[in-house]
């Protein structure tokens, strides 16, 4: 029951898309100054015998403080939530789309025990969209929802352990390059691996692949590098159509789906594949009970439950990767996941040892 | 000034009470600034006079060791870390100490692990109390504000699953 009673605080604490700047309790009066129950429920519209049952309840949480009776003041933490945009972008998320997703997400598996479609979701039931769009689709016709979405998940993932820099250390690259080999990139965004890897490595060429909208809107590139990477619109979900390259990238887009579309996007490639191939996939990996801090796992763990109730997709150990690479076809020769230290992500490879592709000459 | 006591080195104001610090660090400290009175809220109007107290406006993250009003919050007066983790020593040795006289099973995670706490007498459940509430405190401090905030609407907006997963 405390847990929803936070929720009902930080709901009405954070910044709300749908409610004025003014109706934000956190920035209801100046992180330097005070403000009574009645100020503060006058300037957000609320009656002020709920402003302050929920403001007290906040304050046991070390949300604002009241210095003296009746007066309420911010501290560190309020200030967080007033101040922070990336903060306030996170709990948005977390209160708004995840908590109403997560109530429904029993709900969504008593209906589809296989929880694999992304359209039968707790976030589907939620948003009253089940069987019609998966939660991107819905997004895309919100842009402040998916504006923050985007905010809330750049706030995790910009954080330590997250960092490019991990795969770029941690993978060879130096064959790729001795040879001038292509390395696409699936569902690249708007190519900031590649970016980096072409600023390291002068040899490589790049294709980055990603829907149309997002390719068109990919900003201009570096002189020095615009001639190395390519971009092109490609729906991961159809046939690969850069044949013979060297390296398939992945980074955070298998743990975006569930198995059954997972296998699809593997066997999506072989038709493009050369004898000697790899897929390389950047996403976390769990790890087995019991080998990181009960924290560490918690946070990886809650990852994997996030990934079910708003896409029915899952993060995967390094068990689950080989067998995906092994149903998807015989052909790939699972070799492994490296997991550099400090990082919180994984690095899995396989190689395609399966016919080579049907001959055509590489891009 | 009668609300306010000095007991050993502990400057005390109605029901809290926190260490002295010397007056060149008060100097020191941006939380004691003092804000103008035109920047305090109406509720200035409170009737502070009544307790014969000059009721200095608050900063946020204040430690008001100056002012003398009793209804400073508890909740931005700021322990010391080590201050905390000796309490949770000192504390936790008085509860084992006991637990161990009293010949009651040790706590444990495991399955035979007693359920429940054995009553214990009015001093070793302060105890407990004092171990669980500066555990919490500690923990808070270190996390730090942003990444507690961050935690904590996290674990809210997954409490739903887990929550129906147990029931």
Known sequence: MQSIIIEWVLLLIHSRPTVSLTKKLAKAFSVNSTATFEEIARKVSLDEVNVRRFLRHAMTNRIFCEPSPGVVAHTAASRVLAEDQAMDSWVGFCVEDMFPAASQTLKAIELNPSASEPTQTGFCISNNTTDKEPMFATFGKDPVRAKRMGGAMASLTGGEGYEI??????????????????????????????????????????????????????????????????????????????????????????????????????????????????????????????????????????????????????????????????????????????RPKGCRMSIIEAVWEGEDFDGKEKV | MDKVRT????????????????????????????????????????????????????QPRDIPITSSTNSLSKMTQTKSLIELAGTITRETEKLERYLKESGCEMPGFGIDSPL????????????????????????????????????????VSYAPVVEDCSN
């Not at chain 1, 971009?231 to 990238?249: L, R």
């Not at chain 1, 980074?251 to 999506?268: G, P, V």
């Open chain 1, 165 to 338: 820099s991990y795969m770029l250390d941690n993978y060879d690259w130096t064959t790729i390059d001795s040879t001038g080999g292509t390395f696409v990139d699936i569902g690249g965004s708007h190519g900031f691996v590649c970016v980096d890897l072409a600023n390291r490595y002068k040899n490589i060429k790049f294709v980055v692949q990603d829907l149309p909208k997002t390719v068109a809107s990919a900003p201009k590139l570096d002189d020095n590098i615009s001639d190395r990477i390519t971009f092109q619109a490609h729906d991961f979900h159809t046939e690969q159509p850069v044949k013979g390259a060297d390296i398939y990238f992945f980074r955070w887009i298998l743990h975006n789906h569930s198995d059954k579309y997972a296998l699809n996007m593997l066997r999506q490639l072989i038709p493009a594949l050369k004898k000697g191939a790899k897929v390389v996939i950047n996403d976390h990996c769990l790890p087995e009970p019991g080998q990181e801090s009960l924290w560490d796992e918690k946070i990886i763990r809650t990852m994997d439950l996030v990934m079910l109730t708003l896409l029915n997709a899952r993060e995967r150990t390094a068990g689950d990767f080989k067998e995906l690479f092994e149903e998807a076809d015989p052909g790939f020769k699972f070799l492994g996941v490296t």
């Open chain 2, 7 to 58: 007991a050993s080195n502990r400057l005390s104001i109605g029901s809290w009470s926190l260490p002295f610090r010397s007056n060149s660090q008060r100097k020191q400290s941006r939380n004691l600034s003092v804000v103008p009175a035109t920047a305090v809220g109406e509720s200035d109007s409170l009737n502070h006079s009544k307790t014969g107290i000059s009721h200095a406006p608050l």
């Open chain 2, 116 to 155: 429940n706490f054995p009553k214990l007498p009015e001093d070793i459940k302060t105890a407990r109390e004092e171990v669980m509430r500066a555990t919490k405190e500690l923990g808070d401090l270190v996390t730090g504000p942003t990444e507690s905030v961050r935690w904590m609407a996290w674990d």
